[in-house]
């Protein structure tokens, strides 16, 4: 008796699953790519995973999707992930990739390209890309002489911002060389004996990032001091990191961070303000400091007008005239043999698919191509660092994304964190940094 | 609409499953001979668990044993570099250390403070008490990234002179001091993470001490009284002996606990200022350096250092379960 009831229970379970699963399925809606049935050919999907964060530019790359789906009537999933790195590298693994992923990083893609596909191979002119995009744009997501990424958004990271007016109202002179910009720091150092006030305004706190900020800081110290070569030399680890050339350009920041009179809130603050917050002093009436240096994406930081309340200048080189450029980017990759991926790659790179990328309304990112009209960007700021860009005298990769992880990403910000936290010298920094580099590298 | 759906089928059919297989399985016991019906029965039964053990614990810990001898991508054989970098390491050395001042501290400060709170809670009005006792439980409710973005803001830290939002520092310059950076100070820095597991953790070890107080038989307690014991003294002399095996229970579970702690430090300070705990050191070489061989060591170390607790827990729950 008792098995009787159970299985009509049974009975009635699975045969309200059965129809459950025949009805609910038939009404799933298609996948968040936006509206598709535009001319061409069309038809296929592809998948898009990325890491890019921030309401605007987010909107700025659909922008550039929506064209693309427009234009060839394909469809393009597209899925945003704030865990990135730890994503792709699961679903790559797991055999469950993106048809296409942008790359924050260099060394990144250079992990997982066993499992990717080069772009060759998927279709994409890479000839016609080195013609097209700003030397170097190839080259960063080359690896083992193949192809495997091309930066499709740069963000540019050697600029000096200054309090606008206020900063020409006092006095202070845009300084042309690196030497110009220490005597300006030690001239507002003087004007602003008042606690809370200082000439920097310098934060790193990055929740599990921190260390970023300064690894920034000396890499473009590195660029002025000795050049692309030995720049190159260093990522490859031909140079260690406990030279006299990387020791020199530690000491360069040395001499501006550990001077409690050049910073607001000293090494502490450094070490405990989130970097987006870093330029608040800047925004109080009487600003509280006068320089910040930071990639384009900090201009949404500021409070007021490009020109007026805050202003934007090259970073300074060793001697006067163009600068080298630091930048960073994503790399857009292809990981599966989905024929549609190739075609998305292509217009992503195109420009037009640049031109609705980077010119959408909102957007802070610069574009590899090197025939960018740089007025088509969205902002007064990013038309003048799309010319400081294309007029550098050579531009570099941020070296940490090009680093194998466990440097880039883990002994160059927590070695530089402890050693900005006071708890070991600068001797011990660097040598642990260079323990930290994997053997059986490329030396 | 469709994934709602979806999790409803699944629902259904993990428990229907289930529950189809268990029968189709006592049905097929049953048609066979009486002696072999009554020996399979207990492993028919208990199969199926064993089986899901076996494949999701038993076959991945094996996995990664061997995964802990070879190299970043688990493809050639290394011997014991690996183990010697457990134990070189700076950031491991750093990370151990750290540890094992967490499991030293942590279950013994919650276990005292949900003791304190379960006896002086029962002395008081069943109302008081109820209240006092959610009071303390809630923050269990919490998740522990939740916890860690609350404490954050408390122990934040901004240049002195200029206002405070973390409340300990606001309090703290208000009174004249220069805010103290509780996160970055290498004397307080780990207490102040400790803290944030312990506020989690105490409401737990009151709950279960709260009850094993509870069971504490009256006679014993009337008995000291006449004889005159004070009230501190039938504290520490009748009552926790009574309870000394729940206190262990207790005990041992938050440090296993402790043991895997990793979003509190990965959260508020990443491992750095010398915060950096083994957990977290995993998650870098698991998920951002993509080191397997070290990923897994490091795995292997964490379940060699919990079988010993999880042997005493074990025991402690028999003899309780004996007694009953």
């Known amino acids: 008796m008792r098995t009787h009831v159970w299985t009509t229970r049974l009975a009635f379970l699975v045969v309200a699953a059965m129809l459950a699963a025949a009805c609910g399925n038939g009404g799933n809606g298609e996948g968040n790519g936006g509206g598709a049935g535009g001319d061409g050919e069309g038809g296929g999907t592809v998948s898009l995973l990325h890491g890019i964060s921030g309401e605007e530019e987010q909107a700025a790359l659909q922008q550039a999707v929506d064209a693309f789906q427009e234009q060839t009537g394909n469809t393009v999933e597209v899925e945003a992930s704030p865990n990135f790195e730890t994503v792709v590298v699961t679903r790559v693994q797991g055999g469950n990739p993106p048809d296409v992923a942008l790359y924050p990083q260099p060394g990144l893609l250079e992990r997982v390209s066993q499992d990717a596909t080069p772009l060759s191979e998927a279709g994409v002119d890479v000839g016609a890309l080195n013609d097209q995009l700003v030397p170097g744009m190839v080259e960063t997501g080359t690896f083992d002489g193949t192809e495997y990424g091309v930066v499709v958004k740069v963000g540019f990271k050697s600029l000096l ?8 109202d006092a006095g202070y002179e845009v300084p042309e060389t690196w030497d110009d910009l220490k005597s300006l720091t030690d001239q507002i150092a003087q004007d602003t004996p008042e606690p809370g006030r200082a000439p920097w305004c310098i ?28 720049y190159d030399q260093w990522v490859n680890h031909e140079i260690q990191f406990n030279s006299d050339e990387v020791r020199a350009a530690f000491e360069e920041l040395e001499e501006i961070w550990f001077n409690e009179e050049y910073v607001v809130g000293g090494t502490t603050g450094i070490l405990q303000t989130p970097f987006a917050d870093a330029v608040q002093p800047m925004n109080q009436e009487e600003p509280g400091c006068f320089l910040h240096r930071q990639a384009g994406f900090i201009e949404g930081s500021f409070e007021g007008e490009l020109g007026t309340e805050y202003d934007v200048a090259p970073l300074p080189g060793t001697e006067s005239g163009p600068p080298p450029a630091l930048f960073a980017g994503d790399l857009v ?10 075609e998305f790659v292509e217009f992503l790179l195109s420009a037009e698919g640049q031109e609705a990328w980077m010119g959408h309304e909102g957007a802070g990112s610069l574009s590899p191509r090197a025939d960018f009209n740089p007025e088509s960007y969205p902002s007064e700021a990013l038309t003048r660092q799309g010319e400081i860009f294309a007029n550098a005298e050579f531009a570099r990769f941020d070296a940490s994304d090009q680093m194998p992880a466990q440097v880039g990403t883990d002994a160059f910000w927590r070695e530089v964190v402890a050693w900005l936290s006071g708890s070991q010298d600068l001797d011990a920094t660097l040598t642990n940094i260079d323990n930290a580099w994997p053997e059986g590298g490329e030396e | 609409m469709g994934q709602l759906v979806s999790v409803l089928i699944a629902i259904a059919l993990g428990v229907g499953g289930v529950m189809v297989l268990f029968w189709l399985l006592n049905r097929g016991t049953e048609l066979l001979p009486e002696t072999w019906e009554q020996r399979l029965k ?44 457990l134990v070189t390491d700076p950031a491991m050395r750093t990370a151990i250390w750290n540890n094992l001042l967490w499991i030293i501290v942590v279950p013994a400060v919650s276990v005292a403070i949900g003791l304190a709170v379960a006896v002086l809670a029962d002395k008081l009005k069943p109302r008081w008490e109820n209240t006092s006792k959610s009071l303390i439980f809630l923050p269990m409710a919490i998740s522990f990234v939740g916890a860690s973005t609350i404490w954050g803001f408390v122990y934040a830290w901004r240049a002195p002179g200029t206002p405070q939002i973390g409340i300990l520092n606001a309090i703290w310059q208000g009174l004249g001091g220069q805010p103290i950076a509780w996160l970055q100070s290498t004397a307080v820095n780990d207490f102040a993470l400790m803290f944030i597991m312990i506020w989690l953790q105490a409401g737990f070890a009151m709950v279960l001490l709260s009850a094993a107080i509870k069971n504490v038989p009256e006679e014993t307690l009337e008995a000291a009284r006449i004889d005159g014991a004070k009230e501190s003294q039938i504290f520490w002399r009748v009552v926790l002996p009574q309870i000394k095996s729940t206190v262990v229970v207790v005990g041992t579970t938050i440090l296993i606990l402790v043991l895997k702690v990793f979003d509190i430090v990965y959260v508020m300070t990443n491992g750095n200022y010398g915060t950096e705990v083994i957990a977290n050191r995993f998650i870098k070489e698991m998920f951002t350096i993509g080191h397997f061989g070290r990923a897994a060591v490091i ?7 919990t ?16 007694m009953r």
């Open chain 1, 161 to 168: 911002w200054t309090a606008g007016q206020r900063f020409t």
């Open chain 1, 203 to 230: 934060g790193i706190e990055s929740a599990d990032a921190t260390g970023w900020v300064a690894t920034d800081w000396i890499e473009d110290i590195m660029l002025r001091l000795h050049g692309p070569d030995v």
């Open chain 1, 333 to 342: 990759a292809v990981h599966t043999d989905n024929p549609t991926a190739g």
């Open chain 2, 42 to 85: 207990p492993y028919v039964f208990v199969g199926p668990a064993l089986l899901v053990v076996g494949l999701f614990l038993l076959v991945p810990a094996l996995l990664t044993l061997r995964n802990s001898f070879l190299d970043a991508r688990s493809e050639s054989f290394v011997g014991a570099d690996n183990y010697q970098f």
């Open chain 2, 299 to 305: 795995v292997v170390f964490l379940i060699l250092v």
């Open chain 2, 307 to 322: 079988i010993p607790f999880m042997v005493v827990n074990i025991r402690r729950f028999r003899a309780e379960e004996a």
